[in-house]
């Protein structure tokens, strides 16, 4: 009897306790996967009042065309597989696994009472721009295909589905191509039934912009979009409006210049409508071009401010959100500097007046070349350290001419791995991906380390393999942060 309260008793906590949002994070699900549903949306479904999580399922040999998965979660931090939504189709003309099925969005039709999901359907060449339709009476789906057309006789390249709370009317929001006609995005109604598009609302003119959102306040309309530089982030920008129809303000970034919107790219984003508080979140993925199905998210709270007309994506390490109530607040973890650190082999510390104690360290390479962070303390439980670093491969990216190294010579690189080792245990060696970052620019990337109990733990960063060399990026400091 006494066993079977205490399980009851774990799993009532399991069930109250929110997971921390750890942006950058392995995200896995409650299987134990990596949480697979890139450039997708979030729908929170009433009826079974879940919000349920649609993306693009990439894996190892099959990053395009895998169809789209689908995941149900009570407090956007805890994700239970449902398997694929849309499930590619040998032989079909849309929904093979030849074909592009990027972007999907989901939203209920209350005329149909069915669930529609809209996507960026293409051929593998991006030559097609269609708007592709399914349906199913489950939120979990399978969803069955309709149709992909071309929404008022237009192209249709990044997707995104906006729903007006005032009145519920849906809106598609696409990118219309890379073509000098293009190069557009539209804002275009759906129809009461949700099943094709009426008319055009408005058309972001020329910007070349791509994977648009909309987040609506009580007062305004703010559209995020990203440039476009495919799979790798860039500044991400916002318009303001009073009114869908417009007029829009100009683009402005919406995160700290050149971190890259914290390295990820835009398409959706949320609004929770707590009991105490409204918050909006900024819902967007770090492409790994590397390995797609590596790919993680980056999911931020956006701070509004209506008087000045302004909308910031703010970086937190790790946030808990009640989902219930709106609030959320970011986690505090204890910093480790430079000045815990000893290095080893050709690993130093250099002048670096960006750097929290002005100096940063680097030179870390392979086994040899590392850097220690001493006096750490843990609680013997599984911890997020998150590690703060630059990592200069890209040579500028954006800043350079055409925004290639080829020209002098260099070799562009998406992102080191560092290897990371807790108190000298070299059995368990976790791999740190660290992005590429503008120079002088420091992000950081978390990691899910176990310490033991005690002030006494040692973490040893160096490098490993990243298919170029084995460099691990310089590092700024750590912050080890309260289990969850
Ligand atoms: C951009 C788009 C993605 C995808 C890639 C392909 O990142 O936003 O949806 O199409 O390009 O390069």
């Given at each position: 009897m006494k066993g079977v309260g205490a399980l009851f008793a774990l799993l009532l906590t399991s069930v109250v306790q929110a997971k921390y949002i750890v942006p950058g994070g392995r995200w896995q699900d409650t299987e134990g996967n990596l949480v697979n549903a890139h450039a997708g949306c979030i729908y929170f479904d009433k009826e079974s009042e879940k919000f349920w999580l649609y993306g693009e399922y990439k894996i190892e040999g099959q990053e395009e065309g895998g169809g789209v998965s689908v995941y149900s979660s009570d407090d956007l931090g805890t994700w239970e597989p449902h398997g694929l939504a849309l499930e590619p189709v040998e032989g079909h003309p849309y929904i093979s696994t030849e074909h592009i099925i990027q972007r999907p969005k989901v939203v209920y039709s209350e005329e149909s009472g069915q669930y529609h999901m809209w996507w960026h359907a293409d051929n593998s060449t991006y030559g097609w721009l269609l708007q592709g339709f399914a349906t199913s009476?489950?939120?979990?789906?399978p969803y069955e295909f309709v149709d992909a057309v071309a929404p008022l006789g237009n192209w249709s390249q990044d997707f995104g589905l906006f729903t007006d709370r005032k009145d519920g009317r849906s809106y598609a929001l696409y990118s219309n191509g890379d073509s000098v006609e293009g190069r557009d995005v539209y804002l275009s109604s759906f129809n009461e039934n949700v099943t094709a598009l009426d008319e055009v609302v408005h058309r972001f003119d020329?910007?070349?912009?791509?994977a648009p959102t909309i987040i609506q306040t009580d007062q305004s309309y703010w559209a995020l979009m990203s440039h476009k530089t495919g799979y790798r982030p860039n500044n991400v920008v916002g318009f303001r409006a009073d009114k869908l129809e417009g007029p829009w303000s100009q683009p402005f970034i919406v995160?700290?210049?050149?971190?890259r919107t914290f390295n990820s790219q835009s398409g959706f984003s949320i609004r929770i409508d707590g009991t105490k508080k409204t918050t909006y979140l900024y819902v967007g993925d770090q492409w790994?071009?590397?390995?797609?199905?590596e790919s993680r998210y980056i999911w931020l709270p956006v701070d509004i401010n209506e008087r000045k007309k302004t909308l910031e994506v703010q970086w937190h390490d790790i946030y808990d959100l009640n989902v219930k109530t709106g609030e959320w607040r970011g986690i505090k973890g204890k910093t480790y500097t430079t000045k815990s650190a000893k290095t080893a082999g050709n690993a130093f510390k250099q002048e670096a007046n960006f750097a929290t104690t002005g100096e940063i360290i680097t030179g870390i390479y392979g086994n040899d070349s590392t850097v220690t962070f001493e006096g750490i303390e843990g609680t013997g439980k599984p911890q997020w350290v998150s590690f703060y670093y630059q990592n200069t491969?890209?040579?500028g990216f954006g800043d350079q001419p055409g925004g290639t190294p080829d020209r002098i010579g260099g070799a562009w690189q998406l992102r080191r791995i560092s290897s990371v080792v807790v108190?000298?245990?070299?059995e368990n060696v976790e791999t740190l991906f660290q992005r590429d970052t503008h120079k002088g620019i420091i992000l950081s990337t978390p990691l899910q380390l176990t310490l033991e109990k005690g002030t006494r733990n040692t973490i040893t960063v160096g490098g490993l393999d990243n298919g170029w060399d084995f460099k691990g990026a310089d590092l700024d400091r750590i912050v080890v942060y309260p289990p969850e």
């Open positions: 009476d489950t939120p979990a789906g020329k910007f070349d912009l791509e995160s700290p210049l050149n971190t790994d071009s590397n390995s797609l199905w491969d890209d040579m108190n000298g245990d070299t």
